[in-house]
Each structure stands twice: as structure tokens, then as C-alpha cells.
């Protein structure tokens, strides 16, 4: 069966720490990937995506993610993150021709001011 | 633009109690999904409609029903509430999968079952 796979559960970072978050998706054929970020109390919003193009994909507040295709991976990354970054942040996935989208069991992030 | 209105936001029930989540959308999306959201353990899939009267299993379907009479609403049916639905739950929509757009999130429902 299809699965992302988000390798952190939990990270702690101290304010204008480097973030990288990892995700790995189980799938061989052609992918749209995203990555979504949930504030306390809020829902899901859209971070970045991934359809075709450059794999080096720029979002909003700074976010970025690279697909490597070679790795079915698709992880994100901040170079200074901020103490409003603590969210929970969703990796997905959808297969090319597939109605549904698949997350990842999501990583909580805290950022210590 | 609401984008997608789910209704109400918090609520107990009592175990055997039945209710509905209400959701809608106003952006014309074909897709409709319903999701639940248990901590540690991502979002999980219960039901999704790709058009008015058509609805289909997700990943855990068991003790839930939805219907999809018109475009706009994608209502979910609890009929004997348990506390295993105990969670929080999202709606979303999306335009169909050639367009390449994301998916939209409602704001949750938190649902109690006592």
C-alpha cells in the first residue's frame, strides 16, 4: 500500500536554528507532493507543493523542499526558523491519477525562543 | 470567500448519540473529503465524493455514512456515537485531480463522545 513516511515525530530547535524535516513516500510512479502546516488550533494550510519543473520548490514564510526522485523523497527545509514556526507540519502525497491524498502521520515542531 | 464552512465546531456527545457534521464549500470543487485527526497519528481518511452522488470508502469508514446531494455540501453521519470517535474532524475540497490544486481545509469539528 502507498504510505508517506515522516521520520521525526517530534523536534525541538532553538530560534535561527536550520530545519530540515524529513518525508519518504512508497510509491514508483509519478507523484504531486506537498507539504502542509498546522498551527495550535488551526487547520491544515498549504505550505509548498510539488507538481513537475524545478524539484527545488520555494513556499510561503521561507519554506523550501526538494524532491529527489531517485529517493521518493520530499523534505523540507528553513534556514533560520522562528519561534512562530512551532506547528505541526504534514507531508503528502497524491499518486498521478489517484483521487486520494495521502499524509504522513505528521511532525510536531517547537521552536524554543 | 468562505472556502470551506464546517459546522459546529466543538461538541459532546453521548455515547449512542447520533449527529451530523455539516460541510460546505462555495468554490465549485468537485472533490470532498472527510478526515479524522487523532494525535501522533496524521490525518486519516473516512469518506470522499469526486461529485454530487458519488461517495466512496476512505481508510476508516466503519460507524460513519455521508451523502453528497448537491456540489456545495458533503455531510458526515455519526449514528451511534462511540468513544473510539472520540477525535477531530476536517473536512476538505479540491478541484478534480487534473487541475493539479491542492486541497482546501475546513477549521475541524471536535467531537467528545462521553
Known amino acids: 500500500a502507498q504510505s508517506v513516511s515522516q521520520h521525526n515525530h517530534h523536534v525541538i530547535l532553538s530560534e535561527a536554528a536550520s530545519l530540515e524535516l524529513g518525508c519518504n513516500y512508497s510509491?514508483?510512479?509519478?507523484?504531486?507532493l506537498f507539504w502542509y502546516v498546522q498551527y495550535p488550533g488551526q487547520h491544515l494550510q498549504l505550505l509548498l507543493k510539488?507538481?513537475?519543473?524545478?524539484?527545488l520548490v520555494k513556499g510561503i514564510k521561507g519554506f523550501e523542499a526538494e524532491f529527489i526522485k531517485s529517493k521518493f523523497s520530499f523534505n523540507l527545509r528553513k534556514p533560520s526558523v522562528q519561534w512562530s514556526d512551532t506547528a505541526e507540519y504534514f507531508c503528502a502525497v497524491i499518486p498521478w491519477g489517484d483521487d486520494k491524498i495521502i499524509f504522513g502521520k505528521g511532525t510536531r515542531l517547537h521552536i524554543l525562543p | 470567500n468562505a472556502g470551506v464552512t464546517q459546522t459546529p465546531k466543538f461538541r459532546i456527545l453521548k455515547i449512542g448519540q447520533s449527529m451530523t457534521l455539516q460541510c460546505a464549500q462555495d468554490m465549485n470543487h468537485n472533490y470532498m473529503y472527510w478526515y479524522r485527526q487523532d494525535p501522533g497519528m496524521g490525518l486519516k481518511l473516512i469518506y470522499y465524493?469526486?461529485?454530487?452522488?458519488?461517495?466512496d470508502k476512505g481508510e476508516v469508514p466503519n460507524g460513519y455514512n455521508v451523502s453528497r446531494s448537491t456540489t456545495e455540501d458533503f455531510p458526515l453521519r455519526l449514528e451511534l456515537a462511540a468513544p473510539s470517535q472520540t477525535s477531530v474532524y476536517f473536512c476538505?475540497?479540491?478541484?478534480?485531480?487534473?487541475?493539479?490544486?491542492?486541497?482546501?481545509f475546513g477549521d475541524g469539528t471536535r467531537l467528545s463522545i462521553l
Open positions: 476538505a475540497s479540491s478541484p478534480p485531480r487534473g487541475n493539479n490544486q491542492p486541497q482546501h
Open positions: 510509491y514508483g510512479g509519478t507523484v504531486n
Open positions: 510539488y507538481f513537475s519543473g524545478d524539484p
Open positions: 465524493s469526486v461529485g454530487a452522488g458519488i461517495t
